[in-house]
């Protein structure tokens, strides 16, 4: 093959994960149905399936993430902006992650006024809290609270645990200059994928000459980490 019509090598990986994302998520859906199912039917072996559920959700939005960063090398990231209720948003994460926190008891309040709308790209929020979320049920006790409010002109959305707390090289206060990159560790199976993606999709989010951003802290109301993003 010559090199004019030589496929690039990343192109053909990007591919791959497209296809597998699209079937992990049919297997996602299916596990769905099956438990729905199971619990209707009062069989208490749906239980079973929650820890494979969470595996497989967890495997489907690291390819997302993926994806995402690939097309982020591409061409900068883009968002799609437009006016949300954010209570609506957070209850719409509660409601895709209750099933698997409800599985370890783990109970979810949430802190946020009805009126408060704000103008955001849907998925990118939606899919960054996602997987807090998903992360915080491995880690966090049995509570966890997630909010959001307006101050000094910025959008906050925060998800808080009662967890032992975020590792100290997590820990970020927002910072401009901020290192984009978070150091990986495959011996505690955090890569920073998500974190990396967090501030990526952020500092997508740009107002009247100012960046989104995310804080990572240890200081949550209820005793552990608190995860929170900065939206202009």
Same mark, same amino acid.
């Given at each position: 093959?010559?090199?004019? @019509?030589?496929?690039?090598?990343?192109?053909?990986?990007?591919?791959?994960?497209?296809?597998?994302?699209?079937?992990?998520?049919?297997?996602?859906?299916?596990?769905?149905?099956?438990?729905?199912?199971?619990?209707?039917?009062?069989?208490?072996? @749906?239980?079973?399936?929650?820890?494979?559920?969470?595996?497989?959700?967890?495997?489907?939005?690291?390819?997302?993430?993926?994806?995402?960063?690939?097309?982020?090398?591409?061409?900068?990231?883009?968002?799609?902006?437009?006016? @949300?209720?954010?209570?609506?948003?957070?209850?719409?994460?509660?409601?895709?992650?209750?099933?698997?926190?409800?599985?370890?008891?783990?109970?979810?309040?949430?802190?946020?006024?009805?009126?408060?709308?704000?103008?955001?790209?849907?998925?990118?929020?939606?899919?960054?809290?996602?997987?807090?979320?998903?992360?915080?049920?491995?880690?966090?006790?049995?509570?966890?609270?997630?909010?959001?409010?307006?101050?000094?002109?910025?959008?906050?959305?925060?998800v808080e645990d009662n967890g032992?707390?975020?590792?100290?090289?997590?820990?970020?206060?927002?910072?401009?200059?901020?290192?984009?990159?978070?150091?990986?560790?495959?011996?505690?199976?955090?890569?920073?994928?998500?974190?990396?993606?967090?501030?990526?999709?952020?500092?997508? @989010?740009?107002?009247?000459?100012?960046?989104?951003?995310?804080?990572?802290?240890?200081?949550?109301?209820?005793?552990?980490?608190?995860?929170?993003?900065?939206?202009?």
């Open positions: 093959m010559d090199e004019k @019509h030589r496929i690039e090598f990343s192109d053909i990986i990007a591919a791959t994960i497209h296809d597998t994302k699209n079937a992990i998520g049919m297997i996602f859906t299916t596990l769905e149905e099956m438990t729905d199912r199971c619990r209707e039917r009062g069989c208490d072996l @749906h239980k079973d399936l929650f820890p494979l559920q969470y595996e497989v959700k967890r495997l489907n939005n690291s390819l997302i993430r993926l994806l995402a960063l690939y097309k982020s090398e591409k061409t900068p990231m883009t968002v799609n902006l437009d006016l @949300h209720s954010v209570r609506d948003c957070l209850e719409e994460v509660m409601d895709r992650n209750e099933p698997i926190l409800a599985s370890r008891g783990i109970s979810v309040s949430l802190d946020c006024p009805g009126d408060l709308f704000w103008s955001f790209d849907k998925g990118l929020v939606v899919g960054i809290l996602d997987n807090v979320l998903n992360n915080a049920y491995r880690y966090t006790k049995d509570r966890l609270i997630i909010g959001g409010e307006r101050r000094d002109d910025y959008l906050i959305l925060r032992s707390g975020y590792p100290p090289f997590f820990l970020m206060d927002g910072g401009v200059e901020e290192n984009m990159r978070t150091p990986v560790s495959f011996l505690t199976g955090n890569t920073g994928l998500g974190l990396y993606f967090s501030k990526l999709a952020a500092r997508s @989010h740009r107002r009247n000459n100012r960046n989104g951003f995310i804080k990572v802290a240890n200081d949550s109301s209820i005793g552990g980490g608190i995860f929170s993003l900065y939206l202009p």
